[in-house]
Structure formats: C-alpha cells, structure tokens
C-alpha cells in the first residue's frame, strides 16, 4: 500500500479496539473522569456480536443486576433475564447518555509501540481499503472473548451433503420445522437452540463430548 495514502490521527486519550459493552463501558468511565478516547470498530453497529451473530431468542444467562455496565442500571420494568432486543436497546441508550460516538468500518490491521515517540501506532484499514494510523500513548483492547468463530474440523464434514453451520449464522428454528438435527454441545448456546429447535417442530438432537451433570 502507498504510505502516501496513510491518514494520520493523533489522539489524546486512548484508542480503545471495540465497539461492545466493554469498550463501551471504559469509554464512559473515562469520559466521566475528564479523559477522551476514541473507540475503533471493525463492524458497523455497536455491540456487533449481539445485534449481528446471535439468535432471535437470546436472553442474558445471568440475571440482569450483573450484567448491567458502570454508571447505568437496567430500566426496572426489564425482566430478571432482559431478551437480546433489550440488551441492545439498553447498550445503545447507553452510547448516547455518555455520547460514545465509534468510529464504524474500521478494522485494526496492526499496532505496535513506538519505543522511539513513546507512542502507541494503531493502523486501521476503512471500507474503501483507506489506511489510518491513529497514534496515542494508550490502547484498550476490547474486542470480546467470542468474537470469532470456531469451528473444529470433524471426519466426514467434506462428504456430508447437508448444511453444517456455526450458531453465530442461527437465527431461529423456524426453517428447521419438521427436519432432524444434531446439534454438537450442551453449553448456554446448545441448550438453548435445542430448546428453541423443539418450540418450532424440529427434531433435535445433542451430542456431548462428557457426561452431562
């Protein structure tokens, strides 16, 4: 790529990597501490992972007072376990009380720390393949412990002339009506998809790799 072409941004305060409820949170701790950052997200929305790779029948898995971010409760008319249409609602008034404004379509391509400046060079690479470096002395990397899927290798998958998909591309088992399907592991999210394969006349079943206490 040119260099020539490269943006440069200096930023006063951290770059924080990530547009969900963590970097959402730690731009508003700063913010009410006199600190300003700016907050980089590859997607185009906040809290991308809820809103774009999960299913239509998400709720929280732990009640609502613990999953709620610094220095805003849940509405109280939210139930114990909020659905995944409240959460989003809840994150996105959130972004607007603290005016946490990401910086969407931007994707970290490299970051690295200038032993020379005593600053931090982060590269991100925009929609049209537009390079910008933003330099700061801090970076916060909040881009969640899910955000990639993982799937594992399994004999037979190249032969199997069925759909095999990932349950950040499930949506609901309404297409799945009258059909049989194995779904691999018991965690929140197999039990759940299970149970919502059920509600749509689908016939599931589970398979676990241990004994299921």
Known sequence: MNKS??????????????AGPSGLAVAA????????STVLERSNCIASLWQLKTYDRLRLHLPKQFCELPLMGF???FPTYPSKQQFIDYLEKYAEKFDVRPRFNETVSHAEFDQVLGFWRVRTVGPKVEETEYVCRW?????????EAVVPEIEGMGEFGSDIR????????????????????????????????????????????????
Request: contains cysteine; aromatic residues 2%.
């Open 5 to 18: 072409s490269t943006r440069c941004v200096c930023v006063p305060g951290p770059v924080i990597v990530g």
């Open 29 to 36: 701790c700063l913010k009410e501490r006199g600190v300003p």
């Open 75 to 77: 509405p109280t008319e």
């Open 139 to 147: 970076v916060v990397v909040a881009t969640g412990e899910n955000a």
């Open 166 to 213: 990932h349950t950040s591309l499930y949506k609901s088992g309404e297409e799945f009506t009258g059909k049989r399907v194995l779904v691999v592991g018991c965690g929140n999210s197999g039990m759940e998809v299970c149970l919502d394969l059920c509600n749509h006349s689908a016939k599931p079943s589970l398979v676990v790799r241990d004994t299921v206490s």
